[in-house]
C-alpha cells in the first residue's frame, strides 16, 4: 500500500484494486429518525438484497468499514459522535447522506438543535434526495458511489488532508484551518462590546463559546449580525446551573429530600449566577458559528430581547420565559405556548418538581372541562327530560 500512498501504481494495478474495492464495500450506518427505517428495508430485506451489489451491511463498528450511511434528522448533539467515528474509519472512506434531514437539515433546517446537513462535519461523497427517499434510492445511490471508486485516482485520494489514526507522533487535537478564524471572531467581538466583553473559549478543531455582560447582551446579537456575518439565527435558550434538588422518579415523595451537591458550575466561560440565557448564531458564508451566553441576575431574572435583532428568536424567548421565566425586556408577546395561562411554575428550573404528584395541578384539569358540542347536548338532554317531567305532572 506504500505505492498507492505516492500514488505510483500502475494503471492495471489501479483499476484492479479500485473494482476490488467498489464491490466489497463495508458499510456501517448511522440510522437516525424515520429515513433509517428505508436504511432497514434496503440493507436488511431479502427483497433489496443489497448484497448482490458487493456491500456488506451493518457491521456495528467503524474500524473495518468503508462507507458509512447517514439516514436521519443530524443534531448538534449528536454531531461531534457522528465526527469521532468517521475518523475511526480507516481511508480511504466513504459516506452517504440519505435523505433531506442528512442533507441540509430537512423539515427541521430551522429548528434550533438540528445540524443544516452532515456534510457541515464530515465530508459527503452521495447525496441521496428524498423524505424519505425509497430503498431503491439508497441502492442507486450506492451505485453511483462504485461507479465513482472504479474511476478514482488512489494517489489523489491518499494525499488529501486526512489525520491518521496510527500515526502516534499526534498527541493532541490537531488545529483545523478554522482555529484561526475562531481566534479572530473572539477578537473582533472584545473590540466591539469593549467592556461587555467576559470571557470566551476556543476548542482547537471543535467551536467557540463567549460570554458577554447581561447589559451588553443585545448589543453582543448585533455585533454578531452585523460585524460577524453571522446571519442564521439557530437558536436562544437558557439553562439553570443549580443541581436539582430531586432525585430520580420513583423516590417516595413522602420522604425528606435527600442531600445532594449544590454547588453551582457554570460550564464554559463560567458564570456568576443560577440562570443563563445562550444563543447560537451562524454564519453561512465563512461556515463558523459562536455560542453565546450571559449572566440572567438572580433577583430579577430579565435580559433585553433579541427579537429585533433576530426575528426568530421570538418563539426561542417566549418558550426561554414560560419554561424558565426569564423576562425579555421589549419582547412584544411573551405568552405561553406549551402551558395553560394560569400555570403556576417554571417546569425547566431546577426545583421545579416533574413528577405530577408532587406539584399542584394546574386549574382546569382537561378531562372534566366538556368536550366541544358535549354542553349543547347536555342542555338538550336536561331540557328533554323537563319536558316530560312536565308532560307527566299535567297528565
Ligand atoms: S428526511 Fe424526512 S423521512 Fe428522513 S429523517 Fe428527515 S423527516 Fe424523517
Given amino acids: ?69 447517514v439516514s436521519g434528522t443530524v443534531t448538534d448533539k449528536m454531531a461531534p459522535a457522528i465526527r469521532r467515528l468517521y475518523e475511526q474509519m480507516p481511508e480511504p472512506k466513504y459516506v452517504i447522506s440519505m435523505g433531506s434531514c442528512a442533507n441540509c437539515g430537512g423539515p427541521y433546517w430551522d429548528s434550533y438543535s438540528v445540524t443544516k446537513g452532515v456534510d457541515q462535519i464530515i465530508p459527503v461523497d452521495v447525496y441521496v434526495p428524498g423524505c424519505p427517499p425509497r430503498p431503491e434510492a439508497l441502492l442507486e445511490g450506492i451505485v ?9 485516482d488512489m494517489g489523489a485520494r491518499s494525499s488529501s488532508a486526512v489525520v491518521r489514526l496510527s500515526d502516534t507522533s499526534i498527541t493532541e487535537t490537531p488545529a483545523l484551518p478554522g482555529d484561526g478564524l475562531r481566534e479572530r ?8 462590546l469593549g467592556d461587555g466583553f467576559v470571557e470566551s473559549l476556543v476548542k482547537p478543531g471543535d467551536d467557540v463559546w463567549v460570554r458577554v455582560h447581561p447589559e451588553a447582551w443585545r448589543a ?24 436539582s434538588p430531586y432525585g430520580r ?22 458564570g456568576s449566577t443560577r440562570m443563563q440565557v445562550f444563543a447560537r448564531v451562524t454564519n453561512v458564508v465563512e461556515h463558523f458559528g459562536v455560542t453565546v451566553k450571559a449572566d440572567v441576575p438572580d433577583d430579577a431574572p430579565a435580559i433585553d430581547s433579541w427579537t429585533t435583532v433576530y426575528a426568530g428568536a421570538n418563539w426561542h424567548e417566549r418558550e426561554a420565559h414560560e419554561m424558565f421565566g426569564i423576562e425579555f ?43 366541544p358540542g358535549e354542553a ?20
Fill in 1 to 69: 500500500m506504500g505505492l498507492v500512498d505516492k500514488g505510483r501504481m500502475p494503471k492495471p494495478l489501479t483499476s484492479l484494486f479500485n473494482l476490488g474495492r467498489s464491490y466489497s464495500l463495508w458499510v456501517y450506518q448511522w440510522g437516525l429518525a424515520c429515513c433509517a427505517i428505508e436504511m432497514g428495508a434496503a440493507f436488511g430485506s431479502p427483497r433489496y438484497d443489497v448484497m448482490r451489489l458487493g456491500v456488506i451491511p451493518l457491521p456495528a463498528s467503524p474500524r473495518q468499514a468503508d462507507l458509512v450511511v
Fill in 329 to 371: 425586556n421589549g419582547h412584544p408577546d411573551l405568552r405561553n405556548m406549551y402551558l395553560p395561562t394560569e400555570f403556576e411554575g417554571h417546569p425547566l428550573r431546577k426545583d421545579f418538581p416533574l413528577l405530577a404528584r408532587m406539584v399542584k395541578p394546574w386549574p382546569g384539569i382537561v378531562d372534566v372541562e366538556p368536550l
Fill in 376 to 395: 349543547q347536548e347536555e342542555a338538550q338532554e336536561e331540557a328533554q327530560q323537563e319536558a316530560q317531567e312536565e308532560g307527566q305532572s299535567n297528565g
Fill in 249 to 270: 422518579g420513583e423516590d417516595d415523595p413522602t420522604a425528606p429530600l435527600p442531600e445532594r451537591d449544590t454547588e453551582i458550575k457554570q460550564g464554559y466561560t463560567g
Fill in 220 to 243: 453582543a446579537g448585533l455585533a454578531l449580525r452585523d460585524a460577524l456575518g453571522c446571519e442564521s439565527f439557530s437558536f436562544l435558550s437558557a439553562i439553570d446551573w443549580m443541581p
Fill in 185 to 192: 471572531i473572539v477578537q473582533r467581538l472584545r473590540d466591539e
Fill in 144 to 152: 453511483l458511489l462504485q461507479q465513482r471508486i472504479k474511476n478514482e
